[in-house]
C-alpha cells in the first residue's frame, strides 16, 4: 500500500480499532496464481508480543486448496471511506477521498483441530452476544460442530509487516479542514465517521 508519510500511522492502537470494526476484510494470496477471499478476521493477541490475525475460509475455496505452511498472504482491511469535494475548499483543486486502512503481510501457519474449533468459538461469541438469543458454539454440540469444521479451513497469519494508513485531509489549511468536517457531518455515517477521525488527529 502507498502511503505518503503525512497520512502514515504507527499507532498501534489505531491498527486495533480498524481491525475491530472492519472484520471482514481481504485474504489475498499469490501461491499459484493471485486468488482474494473475503473473510471473517480477528486479531488474537492473547500474546501480546506475538500477535497474530486469524481467520478461516471454505475448504472448497479453490485457495484453499493451495495455501501451505510459510506461504505469504495480504490481509487487507478498509476502514471509514468518504468522498471529499472540491466545492469543500477556498480555492479551486481536485476532489479526492478520504479513508483509513490497515494492510497486514503475514506467513501462513494452518490451524490444527483443537485450533480450529476454539476460533471458531470466539468468533461464534463476538457476534452471538450481540444477539437476543444467542447461540453459542457449546449450544450446538461438539459432535455437530466438528462435523461442520470438516469444511472449514483455518489459518493463523504472523504478521511480517505491517503498514497502517489515514488519510484524512492533512494536508488542507485549518478553514478548508474544519469545513471538510462541517459537510462531512450533513452527510451520511461514513461521512460522519470521517469527520469524527478528523477531529481527533486535529486535537
Known amino acids: 500500500m502507498f502511503i505518503p508519510k503525512l497520512y502514515r500511522s504507527e499507532d498501534f492502537d489505531v491498527m486495533r480499532k480498524i481491525i475491530k470494526e472492519n472484520s471482514f476484510a481481504l485474504l489475498i494470496s499469490s501461491a499459484d496464481k493471485i486468488r482474494a477471499t473475503h473473510s471473517m478476521m480477528m486479531l488474537n493477541e ?4 506475538n500477535a497474530y490475525i486469524e481467520t478461516h475460509i ?3 475455496n479453490p485457495q484453499a486448496k493451495v495455501l501451505k505452511n510459510g506461504d505469504e498472504v495480504l490481509c487487507d482491511f478498509l476502514g471509514a471511506h468518504t468522498y471529499i469535494s472540491s ?4 480555492h479551486i483543486n481536485v476532489s479526492t477521498w478520504n479513508y483509513e486502512a490497515v494492510q497486514i503481510y503475514g506467513k501462513v501457519e494452518l490451524m490444527d483441530h483443537d485450533e480450529l ?7 461464534t461469541s463476538k457476534y452471538e452476544k450481540l444477539q437476543q438469543c444467542p447461540m453459542m458454539v457449546k449450544d450446538m454440540g461438539r459432535e455437530f460442530v466438528e462435523k461442520e469444521m470438516k469444511g472449514a479451513f ?8 505491517i503498514f497502517i494508513k489515514q488519510k484524512l485531509s492533512q494536508n488542507r489549511k485549518e478553514a478548508d479542514f474544519d469545513n471538510i468536517i462541517n459537510q462531512l457531518e450533513q452527510s451520511d455515517d461514513n461521512a460522519r465517521k470521517i469527520a469524527a477521525k478528523m477531529k481527533l488527529i486535529k486535537k
Open 117 to 123: 474449533y476454539a476460533h471458531l468459538d470466539k468468533l
Open 87 to 90: 466545492s469543500w475548499y477556498d
Open 46 to 49: 492473547d500474546d501480546p508480543e
Open 154 to 161: 483455518g489459518i493463523k497469519i504472523i504478521p511480517t509487516e
Open 58 to 60: 471454505s475448504r472448497a
